[in-house]
């Protein structure tokens, strides 16, 4: 039984390797092309998810659940979703760095809503990239972008977590508890 969960858990993973080994046979220009952009993919994996990791570990620990459940759980309102926000704008790193954090603040007791818009200020808010934009596209383009963002971000938060039925919200929770993070 334990076997089948292993291979059912990375089941995506042999059959892209799998996939690579027959492009690799087919076509070994593209297989090595292929092989490479992996290698190195796992590279930049491996060189920024051991830092989040650190990081996330300090904040399970130095972070109490009653800290995290005052300042962005239930009750916690626009501060809330406010401090959400701040910390999805100001985090470095890709997107799939956002969901072992994300996991983090569920453990730790924030707001569905919250741990929504953490997600996506990461993903669409980030400050080092608008003052980039800012610069190559300009400070309207930049501030109308935002502004959108900011509405976008509130509205499909609260979208999804009405949408969500308590068994829904129960089972996330339970998925997030589960992980290592």
Request: proline share 3%; glycine share 8%.
């Amino acid at each position: 039984m334990k076997g089948y969960k292993l291979l059912k858990r990375y089941a995506f993973l042999l059959v892209m390797v799998a996939a690579g080994a027959a492009v690799w046979v087919a076509a070994p220009d593209v297989g090595q092309k292929a092989a490479a952009a992996a290698w190195d993919n796992t590279l930049q994996l491996l060189s920024v998810v051991p830092p989040i990791f650190v990081l996330i570990g300090l904040l399970d620990v130095w972070v109490e659940r009653r800290t995290m459940v005052r300042f962005m759980g239930e009750g916690s309102g626009i501060k809330g979703a406010l401090i959400a926000f701040f910390l999805g704008s100001a985090a470095a790193g890709p997107l799939y760095i956002a969901f072992p954090v994300a996991a983090m603040l569920m453990k730790k007791g924030a707001r569905l809503f919250n741990v929504f818009v953490f997600i996506g200020a990461w993903s669409t808010t980030k400050l080092p990239l608008l003052l980039f934009e800012a610069s190559a596209l300009g400070w309207r383009f930049m501030l109308t972008r935002f502004a959108v963002n900011i509405a976008g971000i509130v509205l499909i938060a609260l979208v999804t977590e009405k949408l969500l039925s308590d068994s829904d919200v129960a089972q996330i929770y339970a998925r997030a508890g589960e992980t290592d993070a």
